[in-house]
Nanobody, 119 residues
Framework: QVSLVESGGGLAQAGGSLRLSCAAS????????VGWFRQAPGKEREFVAA????????YYTDSVKGRFTVSRDVGKNTAYLQMNSLKPEDTAVYYC????????????WGQGTQVTVFS
């Protein structure tokens, strides 16, 4: 059974940092691109960052470039999203997703973790 579990969310002051983790089980993790998405209240889920199945390519939405870093540890079946210089507008539920190599669609999702940034 496939499972993605996010952790690491919480409260942070503006300018602070949090690191989210996405632990996977039940799938060949090193064959999946891992994406991070977020959904703020009243808004649609939006793409934040992704790291390729090989770990060699990373992608970011413009609003987090230079502040967030996505990484993965294949041996631990875990991906990370390091979030620095947090802003109140980063407040959202953050989800990780898995996209099979060669596919365009994320087919596996975690349950989400809440990130709240206060000024």
């Amino acid at each position: 059974q496939v499972s993605l579990v996010e952790s690491g969310g919480g409260l942070a002051q503006a300018g602070g940092s949090l690191r989210l983790s996405c632990a996977a089980s039940g799938l060949p993790w090193n064959s999946y691109t891992v994406g991070w998405f977020r959904q703020a209240p009243g808004k649609e889920r939006e793409f934040v960052a992704a790291i390729s199945w090989s770990g060699t390519m990373a992608y970011y939405t413009d609003s987090v470039k230079g502040r967030f870093t996505v990484s993965r540890d294949v041996g631990k079946n875990t991906a990370y999203l390091q979030m620095n210089s947090l802003k109140p507008e980063d407040t959202a539920v953050y989800y990780c997703g898995g996209r099979r190599r060669g596919s365009d669609d994320y087919i596996y999702w975690g349950q989400g973790t809440q990130v709240t940034v206060f000024s």
